[in-house]
């Protein structure tokens, strides 16, 4: 209907087929929204150009569908054209550069790039605060994205501090699956350090939680 109303090369029509891909993205058929995240690209561009600022969540959302079906090359390039074009248009600390920067720190993490990774999502950290503060979910996501890395980079005692306020930040704002994750996370930290019977209390106390939870 919309393509019949406002044409095939329409801001209209591009919005559709964006909002269309999400929802297939939504779905788990991230091939479907590939192809139509693709389409909705190339008909904005026909309507206003290259590089104009609506484009970015359509970058964002191209790049995840990438990123699911695996193809972690194609993903970075179409991820590092979205962030460069929010940071261009946007400003550096606009949430649209955090959704983009923690969409490609999450390829770099699974090429083996976990200090690239640790950059962008402290970046990511950086704005989450200055946009909603500590008490927010976003906040609380971010600390647990730099955990994952930082541990990774064998930065333990750091990855511990984050994942504790996460699963402070969690517990205030009654996130009770993501306390939960962050606890089977702080476990894996603790692992590491040798310390077991913490590491033992911290996953003990996650599967509570799941299990009374409704839809666990």
């Given at each position: 209907?919309?393509?019949?109303?406002?044409?095939?090369?329409?801001?209209?029509?591009?919005?559709?087929?964006?909002?269309l891909?999400?929802?297939?993205?939504?779905r788990?058929?991230?091939?479907g929204?590939?192809?139509?995240?693709?389409?909705?690209?190339?008909?904005?561009?026909?309507v206003?150009?290259?590089?104009?600022?609506?484009?970015?969540?359509?970058?964002?959302?191209?790049?995840?569908?990438?990123?699911?079906?695996?193809?972690?090359?194609?993903?970075?390039?179409?991820?590092?054209?979205?962030l460069?074009?929010?940071?261009?248009?946007?400003?550096?600390?606009?949430p649209?550069?955090?959704?983009?920067?923690?969409?490609?720190a999450?390829?770099?993490?699974?090429?083996?790039?976990?200090?690239?990774?640790?950059?962008?999502?402290?970046?990511?950290?950086?704005i989450?605060?200055?946009?909603?503060?500590?008490?927010?979910?976003?906040?609380?996501?971010?600390m647990?994205n730099?955990?994952?890395?930082?541990?990774?980079?064998?930065?333990?005692?750091?990855?511990?501090?984050?994942?504790?306020s996460?699963?402070?930040?969690?517990?205030?704002?009654?996130?009770?699956?993501?306390?939960?994750?962050?606890?089977?996370n702080?476990?894996?930290?603790?692992?590491?350090?040798?310390?077991?019977?913490?590491?033992?209390?911290?996953?003990?106390e996650?599967?509570?939680?799941?299990?009374?939870?409704?839809?666990?």
């Open positions: 209907i919309v393509t019949r109303v406002h044409g095939a090369q329409s801001q209209p029509t591009a919005t559709a087929l964006n909002n891909a999400a929802l297939s993205l939504r788990g058929d991230a091939r929204a590939e192809e139509l995240y693709r389409r909705a690209l190339e008909t904005a561009i026909a206003h150009g290259p590089d104009h600022p609506q484009d970015v969540p359509t970058l964002n959302g191209l790049g995840r569908a990438r990123t699911l079906l695996g193809d972690y090359a194609q993903a970075e390039t179409v991820l590092r054209q979205a460069d074009l929010a940071r261009s248009k946007l400003g550096p600390d606009h649209t550069v955090a959704i983009s920067a923690s969409n490609l999450l390829v770099l993490d699974r090429t083996g790039r976990q200090r690239d990774a640790a950059e962008l999502y402290r970046d990511v950290l950086r989450r605060r200055a946009s909603f503060g500590d008490e927010h979910h976003e906040t609380a996501r971010a647990s730099l955990a994952g890395v930082v541990g990774a980079l064998g930065g333990s005692e750091e990855a511990e501090a984050l994942l504790r996460a699963i402070e930040i969690r517990r205030r704002l009654g996130d009770e699956h993501g306390v939960s994750a962050s606890l089977q702080l476990g894996a930290v603790l692992v590491r350090q040798g310390r077991v019977s913490e590491a033992v209390a911290a996953q003990r996650a599967l509570e939680i799941l299990e009374r939870l409704p839809d666990a």
